[in-house]
C-alpha cells in the first residue's frame, strides 16, 4: 500500500494557477472556493519589491487534526494515506476548518464568493449543491468525491478517483507516462512548468523522495507536528506575514 | 441550543447515527432521505468516456487539447500530450473551455434586430429566425450594394482567425465580391509593434520562432512570459527547463510595475513607461564599447582592435561587417552618445544596473532579448522595438540555435476551385480601383495616412463617423469586439449606430448588442476547423479541431455561414461557393498536401489529421552558426547558404542583411519627417524618439493582460473573474494598482473607489496600494467594464480602460498605443 505524497518545487512554480482551475473543473468546485488555491503576497518597497506565491493543497497530514476533531468520524485517513469526507456522515460543524492549520478545508453553503451566483445558472438536483452539465461523472460521497450536498465540508482528495485506480506497485505518478496519465492528480498532470510531483512516500526509491532529498524538501508549520505529505522545494517556500492592509474593502 | 438544533436537522448526522429511518417518518429533513451514500458511490454514469482532439480557443497559441466526453456531455479537458505545443499541459485558461460551451448567455440560433435604435441602453429585441431567412436577408443586402456599385461599402472585421478553413477564405470572397474592406484584421490593435520593428530590421514582418530550450540568457523587454506572451503555457513548459537546466538560464525582465514574470525573474528593472528604446540603446552602447559583439554574425574591425569609444566616431572602412549593414551610421549619428547615464535619465533605471545587463546579455551566449507590447504600445514603440531587436543582432542570436526564427507555414494542398475564375465584371473593377489607389480601404492603410502599416482598425470608428474617406453601409465581425475593445470605444458605439451589422459571435458583447442579424458560430468544441500554428519553434505545426459533441443549438460554424452567403451572391461569385460546397471539403482538400509531406507524427490525410488533431513536420529548415547559414538537407544543417539565398529566404532587406539603418524606413524617409520630426537622411537609422503621452493626466496609464484573460470571454467565466488579479486580490474585480505615495498625495486610501479621468471621460475603480508599481504609474488589468457581455460580465467594475484610453496610434507601425495616455486618479 503506496503512502501518496505530493512535492511542489517552487523555483520552478511560475504562479499561473492551472492547478486551481484544473481541479475546479475535475472536481467541480465553485468560483473561488479553490480547493488548490495559489496564495500571492508581496514584500518591500519599491523598486526593491519581491511577488512571492504559494500553491496550497489539502496538505493530507500523517497526524490530521482534522481527523481528530471530527465529532461524527466524518473525516478520515484511507491506508494509502489520504485524508477524505464521508458527505454522509459530515454535519458541516466546521471544528475541521478551525483545527486545520492549512486552511484548506471548505464549506461552501454561505453567500457565493462570486456573483451572480453560479449554483442558480445550474441549480443542484439529486441532492447536489448544484448541477452543472460539465460535471465530472466520478462521484462518490462516501470520500468527499464529486458535487456535494448542502451542508458538508469538502476538500482537496488528492484526486483519489484518480489515484485509488492507479496500478498496484507504482512509485511515482508520473504525468509524462501516457499509461499513467489518467491516474494523476489533475492539479500535478496540468502544471507546466512540472513544479509537481506525485508518488509513494513509503517507497525509498520514489522520485518524490530524491526531490525531497536532493532539494532539501520542507513541510510547511512543522511545528504543529501534523506532518503534511506535501513538500516544498526551493525558495519561494516561506509565508509572509499577515498584512491588515489587504483586508478586503470592495 | 441553537447549535444542537440546526445540528439535528442535518440529514447526514441523522443518517450516520441511524437515526435516519425514524426521524425520517417524522418529515425532518425528508427531502434527502434516500439511501444516498449506496446511490453516490459510483460514476453517475455508465456511459464511454471518450476523448475527442481540438485546440483551446482562449489564446492564439494552438494547445491541443483532450475533450473528456461521457453521454454526450463534455466534462474534462487536458493538454494533448501529442500536441509539441502543450505536451499533455495547460494553462489555467484551458481548463475552463467546458464553461464556453455551456456558458448560459450563449446566443441559441440566428436572429434579427426588430429593436431601430442601436445604443448601449437600447435592447436589441432581437427575434429568432430561420437560417434560411437570415442567410437570404443578409444575400439580399449584399447584393443590393453590388448592384449599385457600392460593394466597397460592406467590410468584415476579424479578431483571432484560426485558419484556412475560416479567417483564410475572407480574402477570396473580398476580391470576388469585390471590396478593400474584405477583410481587415485586428492586428493594429494587438501587437504590430514588434512585427513591424521586425521587418523593418530583419526584412521579416513577423512575430519570432523561438528556440527558449537553449537560450541561456533573457532580456525581456515589457513581454508578459509568464501572463500574457504566447504561447503562455509552453513557455512554462520551457521556465521549468531552463530554470533547471545547466547551465540555469538568467532572466533580467523590464517592465512598469512587479508581476509574476519580474518576480520570478533573476533581475526586475522598473521602467519609466514608453522608454525601453533608450535602454536598449545603451545597452548596445555598453556592448560595442566593451567589444562584447559577436563578431563571427556582426563582424569586426580589420585589425582587431576595437575603436568604440563613447563619444567618437568610427571610420567605417576600418570595420568589416559579416551580416549587418549600417553599423558605422548607427554609432557614428546615435550609438556613440548613448551611455548608460544618458539612458539614466531618461529610463529612470540607474546606469549601473544597464551596464551590469549590457555585461550580462554581451557575456552569456545564446541570449535573445524579447519584447512585446509593453514598448511597443507607445507612439514611439517601432522605435523602441528595433533598438531591442538590434540587440539580437548584436550577440548573433537570429538564426543560432538559442535563439529566434521565423515559422514555416504548412503543407496544405490547394483548394478545389480557382477563385481567378470566378472573377465577374464587377469584381475585376473593383480589383483595379485597389490597384490603382482610387478605392482605399476604410481604415485608410496603405495610403499615405498610414503607409507602414498592417491594418488600423481602431481608425474604423471614427473613420466612418466622419464618412472619410466613405460611410461603410454592412460590417461582419469575426471573433472581435471593436466596439468594446477599440481605444476611445465610445466613438465606436456612436459610429456603429448608422451601419448593418452581422454578428457571427456565440456569445452576447457589446459588437453584438449592435448587430442587426445575429448568425452564431458554434463554439470551438462543437467545430470542425483548422488552425496552423502561431509562430512557435519555426517548423510547420497546423492543428484540426474536431467537435467533441454535436452542437447544442442552432449555430452554424463561420466558414459554413461565410461560404452560405456566397453561394447566395449573384454571378459567378455564387457558384465558386457552390463548388467550394463547405468548411469540410475545404479541409480535405487541404489535407491532400500531407500526402506528399506526412507529419512527423505520421499524419498523412484528413483522417489521420482528425485522429491526431495535428500535423507537424521536424526539423526548422536553417541554422545560422558562428556567422555562417545553412539549410536542412535532410539529415542535417549542412549545405552552406550563399548570400543572395540568405537574402531570399531569411534576412528579407534590401541589404540582405540585419539592418541598423533600415533600408525600408529610408525609403518612406519624407513620411518619418513629417510625422516624427527627424531629418530625412536621418530617417532609418534605430534611435532615440521620445514617446508622446496624450490624455492630459500626471500619471502614466497601463493596462496590461492577466494570466486569466481568455480571449474575448474571460470577463463572463466564473471562475476567471474569480482568479483574475491574484497578486492584488482581484477575485470579483481587479483592482487599480497605485503606489502608496502616490496614493496619499491624493488622499486616497488604499480599498477606495477613484475616479480615473483622461480627456475622454473618466471611470471608476477599487484601488490598491502596491509598492511594486512606479510611483508615476498607475495600472489597471483591462478585462472588466462590460455592458453586454453576459451576466457575470455586465455592470462589475471597474470601468473600460478603454473609455479613457485615447485613440493615438504610432505612425509606423499602427498599433494602438494603448499604454501611452496620461490619467489623473481622485477619490470618489
Keep these: 500500500m503506496p503512502k501518496w505524497g505530493m512535492v511542489i518545487d517552487l523555483d520552478k512554480c511560475t504562479g499561473c494557477q492551472a492547478c486551481t482551475t484544473a481541479c475546479a473543473m475535475e472536481n467541480n468546485t465553485l468560483p473561488g472556493e479553490s480547493w488548490q488555491d495559489v496564495l500571492f503576497y508581496h514584500e518591500g518597497k519599491y523598486p526593491n519589491t519581491s511577488i512571492k506565491w504559494f500553491p496550497r493543497p489539502c496538505m493530507q497530514c500523517e497526524n490530521p487534526s482534522c481527523v481528530h476533531v471530527c465529532p461524527t468520524r466524518a473525516t478520515y485517513k484511507t491506508d494509502d494515506g489520504v485524508v477524505l469526507i464521508d458527505w454522509n456522515k459530515c454535519i458541516g460543524c466546521k471544528y475541521c476548518m478551525i483545527a486545520c492549520p492549512y486552511g484548506v478545508r471548505f464549506y461552501a453553503d454561505e453567500r457565493p464568493l462570486l456573483e451572480p451566483d453560479i449554483r442558480q445558472a445550474f441549480p443542484g438536483s439529486d441532492g447536489q449543491m448544484w448541477s452543472p452539465p460539465f460535471q465530472n461523472p466520478e462521484s462518490d460521497w462516501s470520500k468527499g468525491i464529486g458535487i456535494q450536498p448542502r451542508g458538508v465540508v469538502s476538500k482537496c482528495t488528492f484526486c483519489y478517483h484518480k489515484i485509488s485506480k492507479a496500478p498496484a506497485g507504482v512509485t511515482d505518478l508520473d504525468e509524462d507516462d501516457p499509461d499513467l496519465v489518467e491516474y494523476v492528480p489533475a492539479c500535478v498532470r496540468t502544471c507546466a512548468p512540472k513544479a509537481r510531483y506525485f508518488g509513494d512516500l513509503d517507497n525509498p526509491e520514489s522520485k518524490v523522495n530524491e526531490l525531497i532529498a536532493n532539494k532539501r524538501g520542507t513541510r510547511v508549520f512543522e511545528h504543529t507536528g501534523n506532518k503534511p505529505q506535501v513538500y516544498y522545494l526551493g525558495e519561494h517556500g516561506t509565508v509572509p506575514k499577515f498584512d491588515p492592509q489587504f483586508d478586503d474593502q470592495a | ?828
Aim: charged fraction near 25%.
Design chain 2, 1 to 828: 441550543m441553537n447549535v444542537l438544533e440546526t445540528l439535528i436537522t442535518r440529514r447526514r448526522f441523522l443518517q450516520a447515527s441511524g437515526a435516519a429511518s425514524a426521524l425520517a417518518a417524522g418529515g425532518i429533513g425528508l427531502r434527502r432521505l434516500n439511501p444516498i451514500s449506496e446511490s453516490k458511490a459510483q460514476r453517475l454514469s455508465s456511459g464511454e468516456t471518450v476523448v475527442t482532439k481540438n485546440v483551446c480557443h482562449q489564446c492564439p497559441a494552438r494547445c491541443g487539447i483532450d475533450v473528456y466526453t461521457t453521454d454526450g456531455r463534455v466534462h474534462g479537458i487536458y493538454g494533448s500530450m501529442n500536441s509539441p505545443i502543450a505536451n499533455g499541459k495547460l494553462c489555467p485558461k484551458g481548463h475552463l473551455g467546458t464553461y464556453i460551451l455551456y456558458d448560459p448567455d450563449r446566443y441559441k440560433g440566428p436572429m434579427r434586430r426588430t429593436n431601430p435604435n442601436k445604443g448601449r441602453d437600447e435592447d436589441p429585441q432581437f427575434e429568432a429566425i430561420s437560417w434560411e431567412e437570415a442567410l437570404d436577408i443578409v444575400a439580399e443586402r449584399l447584393n443590393g450594394l453590388r448592384a449599385n456599385n457600392e460593394s466597397h461599402r460592406f467590410g468584415i472585421l476579424y479578431g483571432r482567425g484560426w485558419g484556412a478553413s475560416c479567417a483564410g477564405l475572407l480574402g477570396t470572397f473580398g476580391q470576388l465580391y469585390g471590396s478593400p474592406n474584405i477583410a481587415i484584421g485586428h492586428s493594429s490593435m494587438c501587437s504590430d509593434g514588434s512585427m513591424v520593428a521586425k521587418g523593418l530590421t530583419d526584412g521579416n514582418e513577423s512575430y519570432n520562432a523561438y528556440d527558449y530550450k537553449n537560450v541561456n540568457y533573457l532580456l525581456n523587454f515589457g513581454a508578459g512570459f509568464l501572463e500574457a506572451f504566447r504561447p503562455y503555457n509552453y513557455l512554462m513548459q520551457v521556465w521549468g527547463h531552463i530554470r533547471t537546466k545547466s547551465p540555469k538560464t538568467r532572466v533580467t525582465a523590464i517592465d512598469v510595475h512587479a508581476n509574476a514574470t519580474n518576480a520570478a525573474a533573476d533581475r526586475k528593472l522598473l521602467i519609466r513607461p514608453g522608454t525601453d528604446g533608450a535602454m536598449a540603446l545603451a545597452i548596445a552602447h555598453v556592448i560595442l564599447t566593451e567589444g562584447l559583439w559577436d563578431k563571427e554574425f556582426v563582424g569586426d574591425f580589420r585589425d582587431g582592435r576595437n575603436r568604440f569609444e563613447s563619444g567618437a566616431t568610427i571610420d567605417g572602412d576600418d570595420f568589416n561587417q559579416r551580416w549587418v549593414h549600417g553599423l558605422e551610421t548607427w554609432w557614428n549619428e546615435e550609438l556613440k552618445d548613448r551611455t548608460p547615464a544618458w539612458a539614466e535619465k531618461i529610463t529612470s533605471i540607474p546606469a549601473r544596473h544597464i551596464s551590469e545587463v549590457a555585461r550580462e546579455f554581451g557575456t552569456t551566449r545564446p541570449a535573445m532579448a524579447i519584447f512585446e507590447r509593453g514598448p511597443t504600445a507607445h507612439s514611439n514603440g517601432t522605435w523602441n522595438g528595433m533598438a531591442i531587436h538590434a540587440l539580437n543582432a548584436l550577440v548573433g542570436s537570429l538564426f543560432a540555435e538559442g535563439g529566434m526564427f521565423y515559422q514555416m507555414g504548412p503543407s496544405y494542398g490547394p483548394l478545389p476551385v480557382s477563385a481567378g475564375d470566378y472573377m465577374d465584371e464587377h469584381a475585376g473593377r473593383v480589383q483595379e480601383r485597389i490597384a490603382s489607389g482610387e478605392l482605399p480601404r476604410i481604415d485608410m492603410k496603405g495610403t499615405n495616412r498610414w503607409p507602414l502599416a498592417r491594418n488600423m482598425m481602431q481608425e474604423i470608428g471614427p473613420n466612418h463617423l466622419a464618412g472619410e474617406p466613405y460611410k461603410l453601409d454592412t460590417v461582419m465581425f469575426y471573433l472581435n469586439n471593436p466596439i468594446w475593445t477599440a481605444p476611445d470605444s465610445k466613438v465606436w458605439e456612436e459610429a456603429f449606430k448608422d451601419i448593418f451589422v452581422i454578428e457571427t459571435s456565440p456569445f452576447p458583447s457589446e459588437s453584438a448588442k449592435y448587430a442587426d442579424i445575429i448568425l452564431p458560430d458554434h463554439t470551438y468544441l462543437e467545430r470542425l476547423q483548422d488552425a496552423p500554428t502561431y509562430p512557435f519553434e519555426g517548423w510547420p505545426i497546423a492543428t484540426l479541431r474536431t467537435p467533441a459533441v454535436e452542437p447544442l443549438y442552432d449555430t452554424k460554424v463561420f466558414g459554413d455561414t461565410l461560404i452560405e452567403i456566397g453561394k447566395r451572391i449573384d454571378g459567378p461569385m455564387g457558384e465558386y461557393y457552390q463548388a467550394l460546397d463547405n468548411t469540410e471539403n475545404v479541409l480535405r482538400h487541404l489535407a491532400e498536401g500531407f500526402r506528399d509531406d506526412p507529419g512527423t507524427n505520421g499524419v498523412n490525410d484528413f483522417e489521420s489529421w482528425k485522429r491526431e488533431g495535428v500535423w507537424y513536420r521536424k526539423p526548422y529548415h536553417w541554422r545560422q552558426r558562428r556567422g555562417v547559414f545553412y539549410e536542412w538537407d535532410g539529415e542535417g544543417y549542412n549545405r552552406r547558404m550563399s548570400p543572395s539565398e540568405v537574402r531570399e529566404k531569411l534576412l528579407r532587406t534590401p541589404s540582405g542583411r540585419f539592418e541598423f539603418v533600415s533600408g525600408k524606413l529610408e525609403q518612406h524617409a519624407d513620411y518619418v519627417e513629417q510625422e516624427f520630426g527627424i531629418p530625412a537622411e536621418r530617417a532609418g537609422i534605430i534611435q532615440w524618439v521620445a514617446p508622446e503621452h496624450p490624455g492630459g493626466g500626471d500619471l502614466y496609464f497601463s493596462t496590461p493582460k492577466t494570466a486569466m484573460h481568455a480571449e474575448g470571454r474571460g470577463a463572463n467565466i466564473p471562475h476567471s473573474i474569480s482568479l483574475m488579479q491574484p497578486v492584488m486580490g482581484g477575485r470579483r474585480t481587479v483592482y487599480l494598482e497605485i503606489h502608496p505615495e502616490t496614493a496619499r498625495e491624493r488622499g486616497i486610501r488604499s480599498g477606495d473607489r477613484v475616479r480615473i479621468r483622461s480627456e475622454l471621460g473618466e471611470i471608476e475603480a477599487y484601488c490598491r496600494y502596491f509598492e511594486g508599481t512606479r510611483p508615476d504609474t498607475v495600472v489597471l488589468p483591462m478585462e472588466h467594464g462590460h455592458w453586454a457581455q453576459g451576466r457575470w460580465a455586465e455592470g462589475r467594475k471597474p470601468g473600460h480602460s478603454g473609455e479613457i484610453t485615447v485613440n493615438r496610434s504610432d505612425r509606423i507601425s499602427g498599433l494602438a498605443s494603448y499604454y501611452t495616455t496620461k490619467v489623473s486618479v481622485e477619490r470618489a
